[in-house]
């Protein structure tokens, strides 16, 4: 993300600290910002549920190590668990092109004799689900792992719902408690067009509950229609094309990245108009 988002970000993450309700904190996609938040939030003595969940088996490996000391419970897929996934339908429900759309072409590829044997190979450091738990300072910690084997950016796969709600789990038990709460929730992985979905679908069942949403890399073409349908939200322009450490942050695509459906799909052939979009920021606190 550009250095302006994070700022912006860190700002919001201490104040809605300060509104006297319970407080949680949920990224969809974990990495060095989860690193950089918490650091901001344990300065300030804030006190949150935070919670990371990641679907790519290296950054998950990665986060673990950033906060050593905590309770790791792993749940390891079975044969007749991989058999599912390559049957299972499409569960998207945005329109995706099939030139676009990925679930399909890896069950090809897991359903062949060559992917079993993949699988069984890499059962152990790949082919499974897990959660971690550690109390850091003033938060709460969890960092839920979802195996997946494509990146689901289109809600396609048989594991979207489990993506997408394992890590809201807490924050709903206390809502049907009846406690007043406030979700920051940040959206940096995964099929972000349908979180946002379940997000205001929160909104609408539960009348205490006041979020922030931060979409990332909002300028996105497949994200437009989700951004439509809540006018309130607004976008929030870099002041400049680099990140926090002053390296780069976006790069002009290449000319025949420009010229595909996929990435009119998935992104813009101009990087100031990307910029000016990068991030979409909804409240209702």
Same mark, same amino acid.
């Given at each position: ?72 419970? +792993? ?45 069984? !190979? +890499? ?10 738990? !550690? ?43 009846? +406690? ?59 002041? +400049? ?45």
């Amino acid at each position: 993300m550009s250095a302006t988002a994070s700022r912006y970000i860190i700002q919001k993450l201490v104040e809605r600290g300060k509104l006297g309700k319970e407080y949680f904190i949920v990224e969809y996609g974990a990495g060095y910002s989860t690193e950089v938040f918490l650091d901001q939030l344990i300065k300030e003595h804030v006190h949150a549920t935070y919670v990371a969940v990641e679907r790519d088996p290296w950054w998950y490996k990665e986060v673990l190590k950033m906060f050593p000391g905590g309770i790791l419970a +792993k749940h390891q897929w079975s044969f007749s668990d991989y058999k599912k996934f390559v049957k299972a339908n499409p569960q998207n429900i945005w329109e995706v092109p099939e030139s676009c759309a990925r679930l399909k072409t890896t069950q090809k590829k897991l359903g062949s004799l060559c992917g079993m044997i993949r699988f069984f !190979l +890499k059962k152990n450091t790949f082919w499974f689900n897990s959660e971690y738990r !550690l109390k850091i300072g003033t938060v709460n910690f969890e960092c839920p792992y979802i195996c997946e084997p494509f990146k689901d950016q289109y809600g396609e796969s048989p594991h979207k719902n489990k993506y997408i709600g394992i890590p809201l789990e807490e924050l709903v038990n206390q809502l049907k408690s009846g +406690k007043e709460c406030h979700a920051v929730i940040m959206i940096d992985g995964g099929p972000r067009a349908d979180v946002v979905n379940e997000i205001f679908s929160l909104l609408k069942t539960h009348k205490n509950l006041t979020v922030d949403i931060f979409l990332f890399e909002a300028y996105r073409g497949y994200y437009q229609n989700v951004i439509a349908v809540h006018p309130e939200g607004k976008f929030i322009p870099a002041e +400049k094309n680099e990140r926090s450490d002053g390296t780069l942050y976006l790069q002009e695509p290449s000319i025949e990245e420009k010229g595909s459906l996929c990435m009119k799909l998935m992104g813009v052939t101009d990087v100031n108009d990307a910029l000016k979009r990068e991030l979409w920021h909804y409240t209702n606190a």
